[in-house]
């Protein structure tokens, strides 16, 4: 899972500063130590936010193993600006 969120902030941070705001995790299965897995995240929704200015993205993420199922299912909402 911490690489999971992490993935992230080193996507986002890239590009600027970027603040995770909220993170909500679901476990559906066993991930063991040697298998191999495959993580992703997929944007739903980026706002702009004049106040804070910068965006506000929410997520959808996951952990799928070897077979392709899915081990960890994740949302996730962050701050994204040019610099804080």
């Not at 911490?2 to 986002?12: Q, V, W």
């Not at 910068?54 to 994740?74: S, W």
């Amino acid at each position: 899972m911490a690489l999971l969120l992490g993935l992230t902030a080193s996507h986002f941070s890239q590009s600027g500063s970027m603040v995770g705001l909220e993170y909500w995790v679901q476990f559906r299965r066993p991930v063991f130590a040697d298998e191999t897995i495959r993580l992703e995240w997929l944007i739903i929704k980026v706002s702009s936010n004049a106040r804070l200015g910068g965006h506000i993205v929410d997520l959808r993420g996951r952990i799928r193993g070897e077979d392709g199922r899915t081990a960890v299912g994740a949302k996730g909402r962050v701050f994204v600006t040019d610099k804080l």
